[in-house]
């Protein structure tokens, strides 16, 4: 079962496909801390943080610490086992730089 973790949703599904594609249709943007794109809350907001920018920024960025960072790296690690990621972002109708980042700061 996959449950969406934004805020308190409460959205759950079968198919991890389907949490992806609530979570950037069911849910209002996230700008990034650390350079100010714009991108889709949840999954992708966390593959913008860890492809785009260093744990270090994170952590001084999002006021996280080191369980944050591994508890969102396993999110995306699991999520990109279960799901086809690219057959998501296809299906929404751009490539995964137009899903990921839509506006810069």
Do not use: K
Not at 12 to 38: F, K, M, Y
Not at 59 to 70: S, V
């Amino acid at each position: 079962m996959w449950e969406c973790a934004i805020g308190d949703c409460g959205y759950a599904t079968e198919d991890a496909e389907e949490l992806l594609v609530h979570q950037v249709t069911g849910h209002e943007r996230h700008r990034c801390a650390v350079c100010g794109t714009t991108v889709p809350d949840g999954y992708f907001a966390i593959r913008h943080a860890f492809s785009e920018h260093s744990r270090a920024e994170y952590l001084r960025n999002y006021e996280a610490d080191t369980d944050d960072i591994r508890h969102r790296e396993t999110v995306r690690r699991e999520l990109e086992a279960e799901a086809d990621v690219e057959a998501v972002v296809r299906q929404l109708g751009g490539d995964s730089r137009e899903t990921e980042a839509t506006t810069r700061a």
